[in-house]
């Protein structure tokens, strides 16, 4: 059996962890240089050079760095899995439609005087004020001339939001 010639300071890796990457075992060579197979913490396998590993520039399969890309943009914990939660956007949402003069919104809202409570300026109060956003209910102003705040807002259906419209006939009417 012939075995490959190996250079005198061929070192095997086989075994070594490297961040989270545990050598499994040779890879194919690639420009004279071998490769390692790497299994990842997460279970997802990667091939990679010697270099990369010891200098420490891969250290997972991409888990590592999604995950820290996630933390980074995580705001009051208002991402799961990645993506931002309804809470979050419904709050995001309010705030540019009573500040930001380039929403869509704003000319509805901001610019007729519509605006957040100081309190709710921070997301977190927003939180502990409202709630989670429940499935299929959307933020509502129980009057609609009325600003933002505890007393005036709830979750509600886009049917009864529908009708508690300013533009609402029947609405004028029971006024």
Known sequence: MNTPRRSHNFIDLTGQTFGRLRV????EKNNGRTSWKCRCEC???????ADNLKAGRTQSCGCLRN???????TIHGALKGGKETRTHLSWRCMMARCYYKRSNRYKHYGQRGITVCARWHYYS?????MGERPARLTLDRKDTNGNYNKDNCRWTTQTVQQNNRRNNVSRRSRL
Do not use: K, P, Q, Y
């Open 24 to 27: 499994v075992g040779e890879g």
């Open 67 to 73: 995950e820290r890309i996630s933390e980074t943009h």
């Open 125 to 129: 109060n927003f939180l502990a004020d």
């Open 43 to 49: 279970g997802a396998m990667v091939t990679t050079n």
